[in-house]
């Protein structure tokens, strides 16, 4: 009879999220299978758990999957973890997960902490509704395109992001989506925890006074409003992005990224106005 692939959400920083169930799971699981086994022995060392490790990192998957293919159909349970969280949120273990499944493997999933639901609980963004895109393109060109892509979704957006990419990350939803508020979520129940509000542009100005910024970051970005967006008349908004210091022509470009109009429809409407 074959064993069972379990994936197990581990601490994304105090040690003390783990569940017992996760903890007994890992004591008896034959392998356990790590995005960094120098990581996860800090975890396994506060627990006592002395079970074998072995690597299983996104540059090593293909090498790795047949061998821990065979060991479940061998028999032998097998626990998959990632650093921190939920293992496959962007993190290594989808092609293992989907192998296994296509092998008639079992896979069960062992709940507990995620990035995403943790900053989204303590955001004060809207809840009903979420979007999350992973890690944001490193290059501005890709980045904005996502961006732009998402200005219309009504639900919050969430991101991971690097700490020396973040303040020009902060530059593009400033530029793309204009100024709905943003939290930057930063060392999730760590020591240094911290929620840093606001919109894009203030947050950007905050960071950027402290020369330097560590530490994991969740990035989240309020849900796109309707009522709101288009409530106020064309010539209004461009005046309102005037006089937070934007030239009339970043003005014009703003109003028309918030309304997903072009800028020769806004100027044209500007026009009538007069």
Same mark, same amino acid.
């Given at each position: 009879m074959a064993g069972t692939l379990y994936v197990v959400a581990t601490p994304i920083?105090?040690?003390?999220?783990?569940?017992?169930?996760?903890?007994?799971?890992?004591?008896?699981?034959?392998?356990?299978?790590?995005?960094?086994?120098?990581?996860?022995?800090?975890?396994?060392?506060?627990?006592?758990?002395?079970?074998?490790?072995?690597?299983?990192?996104?540059?090593?998957?293909?090498?790795?999957?047949?061998?821990?293919?065979?060991? =479940?159909?061998?028999?032998?349970?097998?626990? +998959? /973890? $990632?650093? #921190?969280?939920?293992? =496959?949120?962007?993190?290594?273990?989808?092609? +293992? /997960? $989907?192998? #296994?499944?296509a092998r008639g493997i079992a896979v069960q999933p062992v709940p507990g902490p995620s990035a995403v639901i943790t900053a989204l609980a303590a955001s004060g963004l809207a809840t009903d509704a979420f979007h999350f895109a992973g890690f944001l393109p490193s290059r501005s060109g890709p980045r904005q395109k996502i961006l732009e892509s998402l200005r219309n979704e009504t639900a919050t957006l969430v991101f991971f992001e690097t700490p020396h990419r973040l303040l020009e990350t902060l530059e593009t939803i400033d530029r793309v989506l204009g100024p709905r508020p943003v939290v930057v979520a930063r060392e999730l129940t760590k020591i240094h925890e911290e929620f840093l509000r606001g919109t894009a542009a203030e947050i950007h100005a905050a960071l950027r006074k402290r020369g330097f910024i560590k530490g994991e970051i969740t990035l989240l970005i309020g849900k796109r409003t309707e009522a709101?967006?288009?409530?106020?008349?064309?010539?209004?908004?461009?005046?309102?992005?005037i006089r937070r210091g934007m030239s009339r022509m970043e003005a014009i470009k703003a109003v028309a990224r918030s309304r997903g109009l072009s800028k020769r429809e806004v100027y044209t409407r500007l026009e009538h106005a007069k």
């Open positions: 920083g105090n040690l003390e999220d783990i569940t017992y169930r996760a903890v007994r799971v890992l004591r008896e699981a034959g392998v356990i299978a790590c995005e960094d086994t120098r990581q996860t022995r800090k975890l396994l060392d506060r627990y006592e758990v002395t079970r074998p490790t072995i690597s299983y990192h996104e540059h090593n998957e293909a090498e790795r999957i047949p061998a821990l293919l065979d060991r =479940l159909q061998a028999g032998e349970n097998i626990a +998959l /973890v $990632s650093d #921190a969280g939920m293992p =496959l949120v962007s993190d290594p273990g989808y092609r +293992l /997960v $989907s192998a #296994a499944i709101v967006d288009d409530a106020e008349p064309v010539e209004e908004a461009v005046e309102t992005c």
